[in-house]
């Protein structure tokens, strides 16, 4: 697995733009080939669900989370799944698609952690989201919930970046947040010159992963600007802020929830939803942690 390298020495940095830091950074967060091969192989019309099922379990440690993840609670399936073809008949190819997408992005990046982050917590975070956003999507009853997952699982993901190659900055910025009391990406646009999200969205485009996921993740922090996936946007925005609040242990209400009035239009869902929601994401949040995140929290 590559390793960042940060050079926190220099003082003579020159500015960046959230294209030029994935273009410095692409050596350093390419995504596994076994998933390169597998977006491939479904991308193209002459493949089969063998094609498929082959490129998984060419790698052991995927196929053993994939089925754990399918066979755990989270799923609910009635019978047992104990092979890829069987997932893939019982999801589709898409929502195997996203659960490797998601079970890939957290292996490539489970390694990193400086003075300035923990990648345990970062996920924790992600994973979070990612349950949540599954949850609302099933309540507002979109019965695609996999995206939402991976969606929200990655919601964040431009931190990686701006917590590695820019550390110094990404503490100042969330400083300035604090001090102004506004929003870590107002904070993040005033120091860096974009935002997490931005970057992010960035990051997918140069991954070449489909084009509802960047835009979620460009647009849940202003999901107004939303355009062919603005369902699946407003879920995320509420699934992040329901994620921030929880985990700083702040009560659910009108006055502590900060949603954007048009997320409750769209997904007809509304803040009495949220404590049940919460209460279930509650209850899952640690069994999903433990079978993707196979490190420690305090490796």
């Known amino acids: 697995m590559s390793i960042f390298i940060i050079n926190t ?49 060419s790698d052991p440690s995927i196929t053993a989370r994939l089925l754990k993840l399918v066979n755990s609670s989270f799923f609910g399936l009635i019978s047992k799944v104990d092979t890829i073809t069987h997932a893939i008949n019982l999801l589709g190819t898409r929502q195997v698609h996203d659960l490797v997408l998601a079970t890939s992005v957290i292996d490539s990046f489970s390694g990193f952690s400086n003075d300035y982050f923990n990648i345990y917590d970062f996920w924790f975070n992600g994973v979070y989201c990612a349950v949540t956003g599954r949850l609302l999507a099933y309540y507002c009853k979109n019965l695609e919930t996999e995206r939402p997952f991976v969606a929200g699982l990655l919601h964040n ?51 070449e992963l489909p084009k509802s996921l960047q835009e979620i993740t460009e647009f849940h922090i202003e999901p107004e600007k939303a355009g062919d996936f603005q369902l699946e946007t407003a879920i995320i925005h509420i699934a992040s802020a329901l994620t921030q609040n929880s985990l700083a242990q702040i009560p659910i209400s009108p006055d502590t929830l900060v949603i954007n009035p048009m997320c409750w239009k769209i997904t007809g869902l509304s803040v009495d939803d949220m404590p049940k929601i919460k209460q279930e994401v509650d209850e899952q949040v640690s069994m999903v942690m433990s079978l993707l995140f196979t490190r420690k929290k305090n490796a």
């Not at 940095?13 to 950074?25: D, G, I, R």
């Not at 910025?173 to 010159?193: C, D």
């Open 9 to 57: 020495n220099s003082k003579e940095e020159t500015m960046h733009t959230a294209q030029s830091l994935v273009k410095e950074s692409v050596e350093l967060i390419s995504l596994p080939d076994v998933y390169i091969r597998l977006r491939d192989v479904i991308a193209s019309p002459d493949s089969s669900m063998a094609d498929v099922a082959g490129v998984i379990a």
């Open 157 to 207: 993901i431009g931190h990686l970046l701006t917590y590695q190659k820019m550390p110094e900055e990404s503490l100042s910025a969330i400083e300035l947040a604090a001090q102004k009391n506004i929003s870590l990406y107002m904070a993040e646009r005033e120091v860096f010159g974009f935002d997490y999200a931005q970057l992010g969205a960035e990051l997918m485009r140069e991954w």
